[in-house]
C-alpha cells in the first residue's frame, strides 16, 4: 500500500503544472484562415514587386484583426472543452496540517499513543469530486459546439472583409498610378503648349490672353497631379497598415479582369448559402436554443460525489484509508431565480432568431446594391469610351482651327479640357468596375474563392495609360 500511496503522490505533484503549447494554440485558428487561400508561393521582399496574391497573403498572416478574432474561436473550443470537463471528476491533492491545545484521554492511535494529546495531525488526502447535473451538462456542451461554428463563420466573415480592403486599397493605388500617369502626359503636353503660345506672343502672333488661358489650365492640371500624387502616397500608407509589411516603394503588378456575371436571381441564392456572418447567426440561434435546455436543465436534480484516498492519515479514525459523500439536490423552491433564467434564456433566442432574419435580409440588399453598381460600372465605361473618341476628335479639330486662325485658344484649351476629363474618368471608371466586381464578391460569400481563380499575372486589358496625342510644335 505504501508504493501506490508513494506513487500517487508523485504522480499528482507532476500534474500540477502542465504547460500550454502556445504556437500549437494559435496554429488552430491559423489553419482555418489558410485554408483553400491563395496559397502563394512567392516570398514578398521589400521594394519588389508586389502582386495581389502576395498583398492579400500578407494580410491574411500578419493583421492583427484576424487573429483577435481567431483568439476568439480559440477560447470558443476551449468552452467546449470546459463543458466537456462537467463529466469527469476533479482530482487534487490537498495535504492539511492542524494545531491545537493538549489534552489527556480519548484513545490511542496504531502505535499506542493518545489521539487527544496530539498537538498536531497531519493529513495528505487525494480528493476526486464530481457534480452530475447530467441535462444541462449536456445542454451547456451542445451549446459550445454551436459557438465554435459561429465564431469559425465570424473569423472567416471578418478574413473576407479583410481581404475586400486590402483589394480595395490596392485598386485604388493602381488607379491613382494611372491617373497619374494621364495626367503627366497631358501636363507635358501643356507645358509645351505654354512654351509654343508664349513664343507666339512675343512674336505678335498671340494675345497675351491665349498665354493667360494656356497656363492657367496648365496650372489646374498640375494641381490636380499633385491631388493624385497624394493619393498614391496615402493608398501606399493604408496598404502598409493593412499587411503589416513594408511595402511602400514596391511596384503593383496585378491586373484582374471582371468573369461574366450569373443572374440576380442567382447570385442572391448563392449569397444566403454561402455567407459566413450568415452561418454565424444560424449558429447563434442553435446555440441560443441549448442555452434555453442550459436554463432549464436547473429544474432536474443533480448528484454530487466526493472521495478521498489518504495517502497520509493522523486524524481519527487513522487506520481508514478511504471515504466517500454521495449527495442529492432536487430544487424544491429557488424564489423564481430559475424561471427568469428560463425567461431570459427564450428572451436571448429569440433576439438572435430576429438578427438572423435582419441579416439575411441585408444581405439580399448588399447583393443587390451591389449587382446593381456593378452593372452600372459596365454601362459608365461604354458610354465614356464613346465621350474619349468625340473628345480626341474635337480636341483634334479645335488645335487644327486654330493654327489655321479659325478658333480661339480657349476653345482649343476648353477641348484640351475636356479630353483629360473623359481620360481621367475612363481610367477611373475600368477601375471602379473592378472594385465594384469585388464588393459584389464579399456580398455572395465568395471573395476567396474568385480571388483564387481569377487573380493572375498576365497583363490585363486594362492600359496603363490612356494616350494623349504629342504634337508637334
Known amino acids: 500500500m505504501v508504493p501506490l500511496r508513494r506513487s500517487l503522490l508523485v504522480l499528482a505533484i507532476f500534474m500540477v503544472g502542465c504547460r500550454v503549447d502556445q504556437k500549437r494554440e494559435v496554429e488552430q485558428y491559423n489553419k482555418v484562415l489558410r485554408a483553400n487561400l491563395l496559397n502563394n508561393e512567392d516570398v514578398f521582399a521589400p521594394g519588389k514587386p508586389l502582386s495581389l496574391r502576395q498583398a492579400l497573403d500578407l494580410a491574411n498572416r500578419q493583421n492583427e484583426r484576424l487573429a483577435v478574432e481567431g483568439e476568439n474561436y480559440l477560447q470558443a473550443m476551449i468552452d467546449r472543452t470546459r463543458a466537456a470537463a462537467a463529466f469527469l471528476p476533479t482530482v487534487s491533492l490537498a495535504p492539511t496540517f492542524a494545531l491545537r491545545e493538549k489534552t489527556g484521554g480519548g484513545g490511542n492511535d496504531n502505535n499506542g499513543n493518545s489521539n487527544t494529546a496530539k498537538t498536531h495531525i497531519f493529513d495528505v488526502p487525494v480528493k476526486a469530486t464530481a457534480l452530475i447535473s447530467g441535462y444541462s451538462d449536456l445542454a451547456r456542451l451542445g451549446r459550445e459546439a454551436h459557438t465554435i461554428e459561429q465564431r469559425r463563420g465570424l473569423l472567416l466573415d471578418l478574413q473576407e472583409q479583410v481581404l475586400l480592403d486590402t483589394a480595395r486599397v490596392y485598386y485604388e493605388v493602381l488607379r491613382a498610378e494611372r491617373s497619374v500617369d494621364v495626367l503627366e502626359n497631358s501636363l507635358a503636353v501643356q507645358d509645351a503648349r505654354v512654351r509654343d503660345i508664349t513664343g507666339r506672343q512675343r512674336a505678335g502672333l498671340a494675345r497675351p490672353l491665349d498665354v493667360a488661358q494656356t497656363e492657367a489650365q496648365a496650372s489646374a492640371t498640375r494641381v490636380t497631379l499633385i491631388n493624385a500624387l497624394n493619393d498614391v502616397r496615402n493608398g501606399r500608407s493604408t496598404l502598409a497598415f493593412l499587411t503589416a509589411a513594408p511595402v511602400q516603394d514596391s511596384p503593383l503588378l496585378e491586373r484582374y479582369d471582371t468573369p461574366p456575371l450569373a443572374t440576380l436571381e442567382q447570385m442572391q441564392q448563392e449569397a444566403l448559402s454561402r455567407r459566413h456572418d450568415l452561418t454565424a447567426a444560424r449558429e447563434a440561434i442553435r446555440a441560443a436554443r441549448q442555452n434555453v435546455e442550459v436554463a432549464f436543465g436547473q429544474y432536474y436534480p443533480s448528484v454530487s460525489l466526493s472521495t478521498n484516498l489518504f495517502l497520509y492519515r493522523e486524524s481519527v479514525p487513522d487506520q481508514r484509508t478511504w471515504d466517500a459523500l454521495l449527495t442529492a439536490n432536487l430544487p424544491i423552491f429557488s424564489a423564481g431565480i430559475i424561471e427568469a433564467d428560463v425567461r431570459t434564456a427564450w428572451s436571448q433566442y429569440r433576439q438572435t432568431a430576429m438578427n438572423e432574419s435582419l441579416l439575411r435580409r441585408q444581405v439580399a440588399q448588399d447583393v443587390q446594391l451591389g449587382y446593381q453598381n456593378l452593372v452600372a460600372a459596365q454601362k459608365r465605361i461604354e458610354e465614356l469610351q464613346?465621350?474619349?473618341?468625340?473628345?480626341?476628335?474635337?480636341?483634334?479639330?479645335?488645335?487644327?482651327?486654330?493654327?489655321?486662325?479659325?478658333?480661339?485658344?480657349?476653345?482649343?484649351?476648353?477641348?484640351?479640357?475636356?479630353?483629360?476629363?473623359?481620360?481621367?474618368?475612363?481610367?477611373?471608371?475600368?477601375?471602379?468596375?473592378?472594385?465594384?466586381?469585388?464588393?459584389?464578391?464579399?456580398?455572395?460569400?465568395?471573395?476567396?474563392?474568385?480571388?483564387?481563380?481569377?487573380?493572375?499575372?498576365?497583363?490585363?486589358?486594362?492600359?496603363?495609360?490612356?494616350?494623349?496625342?504629342?504634337?508637334?510644335?
Open 386 to 473: 464613346v465621350q474619349l473618341a468625340a473628345a480626341e476628335q474635337a480636341f483634334k479639330q479645335a488645335d487644327q482651327s486654330y493654327n489655321v486662325g479659325l478658333a480661339t485658344n480657349l476653345e482649343r484649351v476648353a477641348a484640351q479640357d475636356q479630353l483629360l476629363g473623359a481620360q481621367l474618368q475612363l481610367t477611373s471608371a475600368r477601375f471602379e468596375r473592378t472594385l465594384s466586381y469585388l464588393s459584389l464578391a464579399r456580398a455572395t460569400g465568395s471573395l476567396r474563392e474568385r480571388l483564387e481563380t481569377t487573380t493572375s499575372t498576365k497583363p490585363s486589358s486594362i492600359p496603363t495609360t490612356v494616350p494623349v496625342e504629342r504634337r508637334p510644335l
